[in-house]
């Protein structure tokens, strides 16, 4: 796992039924590109993120799939309709096989 | 026509004009899209994609895509070692067909956004980013 992974999400605490409400992402990872080279001149393998999902109560979102060309620290913003109240599940998925988890209740009101 | 020493330079540059051109677009990003599209016909239409114009610093340049109708953004760097950047794929519950994030651009080059329309077609948009200091690293 690589280190210092840290899911921030920003979601509102509640929502009118049926609304549209922006997502922000970002969460902490080097993303190295695989086209480095390090001092000695050999090339710094590629260990990115190379899936974020999103779903609520079951069913997604935003489904990216991504390349070395995401930058350090990924970042996404999307909107999502919020249809009753329930639960976001953020998910990213790295290239070392580790998945790192967040979710986000949300109420009606 | 008598193949004179003239002739023999005229035709040469105008094979080298001819083959460079679709150099242009990297054959790797050309199998990107075509392994997107499936060889589909690429329109204009419903696609928005928005970069700035300079990047001082090619590791984190804001892109935005957005569309009306598209089930599938492909985002593709085709000045890049890699041309592939990102696909969204929007579920029953994206409110818009709208999503930001930030990429890498080696260098200044164009930034290609292919969107799959909820009627099958594709359509795209392209912006061209100009890079002060590149993010790849050398």
Redesign the interface.
Same mark, same amino acid.
């Given at each position: 796992m690589a280190k210092d992974v840290k899911p921030r999400v920003k979601v509102p605490k509640s929502a009118a039924a049926g609304e549209?409400?922006t997502i922000k992402t970002l969460i902490s990872h080097n993303m190295e590109?695989g086209?480095?080279?390090d001092k000695e001149g050999n090339a710094i393998p590629r260990s990115i993120i190379n899936r974020f999902t999103c779903?609520?109560n079951g069913?997604?979102?935003?489904?990216?799939?991504?390349?070395?060309?995401?930058?350090?620290n990924?970042?996404?913003?999307?909107?999502?309709?919020v249809?009753e109240a329930g639960e976001f599940k953020f998910t990213w998925y790295d290239d070392d096989g580790s998945v790192y988890e967040e979710s986000k209740m949300i109420a009606i009101g | 026509m008598e193949l004179t020493r003239r002739n023999a330079i005229v035709m040469g540059a105008g094979a080298l004009f001819v083959a460079g051109l679709p150099l242009r677009v990297s054959a790797a990003g050309e199998d990107a899209i075509a392994a997107f599209t499936g060889g589909a016909e690429i329109g204009a239409g419903d696609i928005k994609l928005t970069a700035p114009e300079i990047a001082e610093n090619g590791?984190?340049?804001p892109i935005e895509v957005s569309s009306d109708t598209a089930a599938e953004i492909m985002v593709l @760097?085709l000045g890049?070692? &890699?041309p592939?950047?990102?696909?969204?794929?929007?579920?029953?519950?994206?409110? @818009?067909r709208?999503?930001? &994030?930030?990429?890498?651009?080696a260098g200044t080059q164009d930034v290609v956004a292919i969107a799959k329309l909820d009627d099958g077609s594709f359509v795209q948009a392209s912006a061209t980013v100009k890079v002060t200091i590149g993010?790849?690293?050398?």
């Open positions: 549209a409400i590109s086209q480095r080279k779903d609520f069913e997604n979102v935003i489904d990216v799939a991504m390349e070395p060309a995401i930058s350090t990924p970042y996404f913003e999307f909107e999502a309709l249809p | 590791n984190t340049v @760097a890049n070692p &890699t592939g950047v990102a696909k969204f794929k929007f579920g029953k519950l994206a409110a @818009a709208h999503a930001s &994030t930030r990429i890498r651009l993010g790849c690293g050398g």
